[in-house]
């Protein structure tokens, strides 16, 4: 019984991670640049629940729509004021503005909020539901199921409407795209800002179970890019995957052997895998599916 509940609270963390990877393995799929701020617009996200918290009083689920929006917005603006101006430069110069910035978001959050752990209250958080004999909180299975809907609908979006047509065609062709009328800086720049409401989506979720600080990111982010890596870059489905087995691997192994070193354990399980297939688990693909 405890492997299983292990296994259930595996599936739930996994689940998080699938979709703060999803907004990440977005943006890469269509921009073609790694997001090194997504941690910290993670963290931004979650302070955003904490302060819809603060002023209305309300249930912090109810922040979701508020904060996906601000959170689209920000996306948005930072590509159009920041990212827009280096895609066409090298590489390097990429990788550096998405990590100044994160780190320039984090040490704000510091600033603004000081360094103290914060939370949100929700009658959920102290509710137990038993699933095939599994007791947990319901607060976890809302965030997995949450999350899980939440990459279901970037799945649909992305395959059953015009935009997201657009989009994956824009991943796959930029040149042809342009050519057949698609305006490719703006589809760039929605898909940045896709890609950050993603982090909102995941903080509403968030919020009730994790405490709130400035480094609250750090870990979900370095997490993101190795389910990113290991489900093949640009593949929605891939990574969804491998943050199960990451979530699972790291849920089983903290309760079956030491909480300390689960985090550790994902590190050398992911350079095992890196060397037994390095295109990662699916293979590397440039497709947004």
């Not at 617009?41 to 912090?60: E, H, K, Q, R």
């Not at 040490?107 to 914060?118: E, R």
């Not at 400035?214 to 290991?230: Q, S």
């Not at 943050?243 to 350079?271: N, P, R």
Request: with cysteine; glycine share 12%; charged share 10%.
């Amino acid at each position: 019984m405890q492997l299983v509940s292990a296994v259930a609270g595996g599936i739930a963390l996994g689940a998080i991670y699938a979709l703060v990877a999803a907004g990440l393995n977005l943006v890469f799929g269509v921009v073609k640049i790694i997001n090194f701020a997504q941690g910290a617009l993670l963290t931004v996200a979650l302070y955003g629940v904490y302060v819809f918290y603060s002023l209305t009083g309300a249930d912090p689920y109810w922040s979701l729509p508020v904060v996906v929006l601000v959170m689209g917005g920000i996306g948005y603006l930072i590509h159009r004021g920041l990212i827009d101006r280096v895609l066409r430069k090298e590489r390097t110069s990429q990788l550096l503005i998405t990590f100044g910035l994160g780190m320039a978001l984090k040490y704000l959050c510091l600033a603004v909020f000081g360094p103290d752990h914060l939370g949100v209250a929700t009658a959920m958080a102290d509710r137990v539901v038993t699933l095939a004999g599994v007791r947990m909180t319901l607060a976890s299975v809302i965030a997995a199921a949450g999350s899980a809907l939440a990459v279901g609908f970037l799945y649909v979006f992305l395959h059953r409407t015009r935009i997201g047509t657009a989009i994956r065609a824009v991943a796959q062709q930029p040149d042809s795209a342009e050519l057949a009328g698609i305006d490719v800086r703006r589809v760039y720049a929605l898909a940045f800002a896709v890609g950050t409401a993603l982090t909102g989506v995941a903080a509403a979720l968030m919020a009730p179970i994790y405490t709130i600080q400035p480094d609250v990111g750090d870990t979900f982010g370095v997490m993101a890019f190795i389910v990113v890596i290991l489900g093949g870059l640009g593949s929605v489905f891939g990574a969804a995957t491998a943050a199960l087995i990451i979530g699972i691997g790291q849920s089983v192994f903290a309760t079956l052997v030491d909480v300390q070193m689960s985090t550790a354990f994902i590190f050398v399980l992911f350079i095992v895998l890196m060397i037994a297939r390095p295109s990662g688990l699916f293979g590397r693909t440039a497709r947004v599916a």
